[in-house]
């Protein structure tokens, strides 16, 4: 596995029997590859897509038929097609469990900045705003660090915030981290992965939990 889909596995294990999911664009949509076959979840994209699975590779690609990252995806028996209206109304509603979004900076107060850098090309907001309101529970699935090296966990972010004090959970390919009322709460680390590796490369301060495991996937 590359680090991308060791980060989709370890956040399809997050899902429960029933639970209604939207995946975000990118990274977040490559969960729906490691969905243990015991658990069924109901998942949903922003584009209008109800009950959606990964592409059938028995049957053409229909080119209508995409996740929110443009991706070829199946429609369940049970899914459906819907309009936006009704789409955003699932959101806004509160019928969300979960929603698993990836992002440009995470910070110590669970807020998230996934959509604009400053000076840099805007490609748009889409539904992140609605998303991480209306669910249950906010997932961030990013690789630990930027391309620069750069820490994407911060003290705080820097960038245009998507939403504040939003996020429960925080999934890399080094590491989970809940953010708690104290701050964010290392719990697992990836296998061969060390707490000190994941210290040096997090721009925030970790409480490191009593039951710390290894990672996973």
Known sequence: MNSKQQIASRVAKEFRD????NLGAGLPTLAVNYIPEDVQVHLCSENGIVGFEKANPDLPVDPFCTDAGEQPISITAA???VDSCTAFGLIRGKHLKITVLGTMQVD????IANWMIPGGKVAGMGGAMDLVEG??????ATEHCAKDGTPKILEKCTFPLTGYGVVNTIITELAYIEVTKEGLCLKEVAPGVSVEEVIQKTGANLIISKDLREMSR
Do not use: L, P, T
């Open 79 to 81: 899914g459906c097609v």
């Open 18 to 21: 029933g639970d209604i999911v």
């Open 108 to 111: 110590a107060e669970g807020s």
């Open 135 to 140: 669910a249950e529970r906010v997932i961030v």
